[in-house]
């Protein structure tokens, strides 16, 4: 859809809801409980199994049904205790965690560290698939010993504690008893909700967890609708049939802010707005030449000041400046068409075909833009977008064959670079279409050096070597842009974390 196009449907959908509402349709706000939220996001969970995928609409959902081992203080991003209460160092590949104890699953059952020590290890399995493999892969080995969660790293690691606040934590015993495919569609967590009922590709509710071991939630229950189509989130805004919208644009942040009852919620992340390519299997752009025709073609101010105004700042590399190891001293992307029809005619390339994969999640307007550059400069864009869940499959599938380029934005909530270049760059991850020996052999030393200083050189290296291959190119960091009536009460965080706990609605 174009910018016009979108604006129309803006319009209408605009018009269709204040029509219901002076034709005496009552704001369906009003018949929600003080306890009860709904939330409209871009996709259905590609998941409620939290060792599978961490997609945002996805990982939104599951972390209110689990807890994690650790989490984050969102004011200071600093790492405090949740399930594991305290820990230590015993010796430099050795940590020892301290499980909270009185905890119970929704069954009633006890959380013990032997559940922790499962719920690292099944990640670890690489028969199970979970696509958290390359955050996890440094452990070596995770056991219970009383109370205690131990974790062996295969090398000192000092980015542990970061990703150990993304794990959340399944029972071991109902996951063995039910099986994993049964447990991705009915999980049980510690968390501090339940969930109470799923329509595949529609909604997900859950309620409150009367056996949650934390104060209790001021929301009592959680309503999650996919609604893929942005215009028709700003629409369930305005007509007071939602609370809060996800993953909005600055198109629809403008509408929404014309309405003196509705608020936007906005903040940097630490997510990258990224073109990744495939540089295997993607025909064209297995030529680095023409990678970096498709870099020096895209018009990097117009997307920021023009798509995103206000909501998006400019970036040198794969990582935001929230991220360990962004290298301030890289030059700037550099918006160059000429040369790069030079370097198209130098390759042989000009009026070559590429698919670009992308799904709702992500703004079209951008991704149309690109299209427009790239056609600028004699390419051809065929933009293939599939709901959340295909384009996972799709571009994490070992054959490499989804297509030329991808658009994404990607989020490790762990504020290092380590999660950003090695899951998606790193030879053989499932993110990866690239391969580098040689940047392989920087990263790998990168999450096993424990010096800041040293790291932060090593990242040097590895972001040298991306801007020389090109893989991929960091569009601009993004920011978390959420629409919400004056029920909610809410502060998002850099993380994009949607945790129900925090939140109060009136």
Same mark, same amino acid.
């Given at each position: 859809m174009n910018q016009r196009r979108f604006r129309a449907a803006l319009l209408l959908a605009t018009a269709l809801a204040l029509g219901a509402a002076s034709c005496g349709i009552q704001p369906a706000s009003e018949g929600r409980g003080p306890g009860t939220i709904t939330i409209d996001t871009a996709n259905y969970p590609s998941t409620l199994d939290p060792g599978k995928q961490y997609d945002t609409d996805t990982y939104s959902v599951y972390r209110n049904i689990f807890d994690q081992l650790l989490r984050r203080n969102p004011k200071t991003n600093t790492v405090v205790p949740w399930l594991a209460t305290k820990w230590r160092q015993t010796d430099p590949l050795t940590w020892r965690f301290t499980m909270r104890p009185g905890v119970t699953?929704?069954? /009633?059952?006890?959380?013990?560290?032997?559940?922790? @020590? +499962?719920?690292? %290890?099944?990640?670890?399995? =690489?028969? &199970?698939? !979970?696509?958290?493999?390359?955050? &996890?892969?440094?452990? #070596?080995?995770?056991?219970?010993?009383? !109370?205690?969660?131990?974790?062996?790293? !295969?090398?000192?690691?000092p980015t542990l504690l970061s990703y150990l606040t993304t794990l959340s934590v399944v029972p071991k015993a109902y996951v063995q008893r039910?099986?994993? $495919?049964?447990?991705?569609? =009915?999980?049980?967590?510690?968390?501090?909700?339940?969930?109470?009922?799923?329509?595949?590709? %529609?909604?997900?509710?859950?309620? @409150?967890?009367? =056996?949650?071991? /934390?104060?209790?939630?001021q929301i009592r229950t959680a309503v999650f609708r996919a609604v893929p189509n942005v215009a028709s989130r700003v629409a369930d805004l305005q007509s007071r049939k939602v609370d809060l919208a996800t993953t909005l644009t600055p198109d629809a942040a403008d509408q929404i802010r014309r309405d003196p009852t509705l608020a936007i919620l906005s903040t940097p992340t630490e997510r990258v707005a990224y073109l990744a +390519?495939?540089?295997? $299997?993607?025909? @064209?752009? #297995?030529?680095?030449?023409?990678?970096?025709?498709?870099?020096?073609?895209?018009? +990097?101010?117009?997307?920021?000041? *023009?798509?995103?105004? /206000?909501?998006? $700042?400019?970036? *040198?590399?794969?990582?935001?400046?929230l991220a360990f190891g962004y290298d301030k001293s890289l030059p700037d992307n550099r918006h160059d068409p000429e040369d790069a029809k030079r370097l198209l005619q130098e390759a042989h390339a000009v009026g070559a075909k590429l698919v670009m994969a992308t799904s709702p999640s992500f703004d079209p307007q951008v991704v149309q833009a690109i299209q427009g550059d790239l056609a600028a400069v004699g390419l051809q864009v065929e933009i293939q977008n599939s709901d959340q869940a295909t384009y996972l499959k799709k571009v994490q599938d070992p054959s490499h064959e989804w297509g030329s380029i991808?658009?994404? =934005?990607?989020?490790?909530?762990?504020?290092?670079?380590? /999660?950003?270049?090695?899951?998606?760059f790193h030879t053989g991850e499932i993110w990866s279409s690239y391969s580098n020996p040689d940047f392989d052999k920087i990263v790998e030393q990168?999450?096993?050096?424990? #010096?800041? @200083?040293?790291?932060?050189?090593?990242? !040097?290296?590895?972001?040298?070597?991306? *801007?020389?291959?090109?893989?991929?190119?960091?569009? &601009?960091?993004? +920011?978390?842009?959420?629409?919400? *009536?004056?029920?909610?009460?809410?502060?998002?965080?850099?993380?994009?974390?949607?945790?129900?706990d925090q939140m109060k609605v009136s």
């Open positions: 699953f929704s069954d /009633g059952s006890p959380l013990t560290a032997e559940d922790a @020590a +499962y719920s690292i %290890s099944r990640i670890l399995d =690489k028969k &199970f698939g !979970s696509q958290q493999y390359a955050n &996890f892969s440094v452990i #070596d080995k995770a056991t219970a010993d009383g !109370s205690d969660l131990v974790v062996r790293t !295969s090398v000192p690691s039910v099986g994993d $495919k049964q447990f991705a569609v =009915k999980p049980i967590g510690s968390g501090p909700f339940v969930l109470q009922s799923a329509t595949a590709g %529609s909604e997900v509710v859950l309620t @409150a967890n009367p =056996k949650w071991w /934390g104060p209790p939630t +390519y495939n540089t295997i $299997k993607g025909g @064209a752009t #297995d030529d680095p030449r023409v990678r970096k025709a498709i870099a020096e073609a895209i018009d +990097y101010d117009a997307l920021i000041k *023009n798509l995103q105004r /206000g909501y998006a $700042k400019p970036i *040198n590399s794969m990582a935001t400046p991808r658009f994404g =934005k990607w989020s490790c909530s762990c504020l290092d670079s380590d /999660g950003v270049i090695y899951p998606l990168a999450r096993e050096t424990i #010096d800041p @200083a040293q790291r932060t050189k090593l990242y !040097s290296q590895a972001f040298e070597l991306l *801007n020389r291959d090109l893989p991929g190119i960091g569009l &601009f960091q993004a +920011y978390a842009v959420y629409g919400a *009536n004056s029920r909610l009460q809410w502060t998002p965080d850099a993380s994009e974390s949607l945790f129900l």
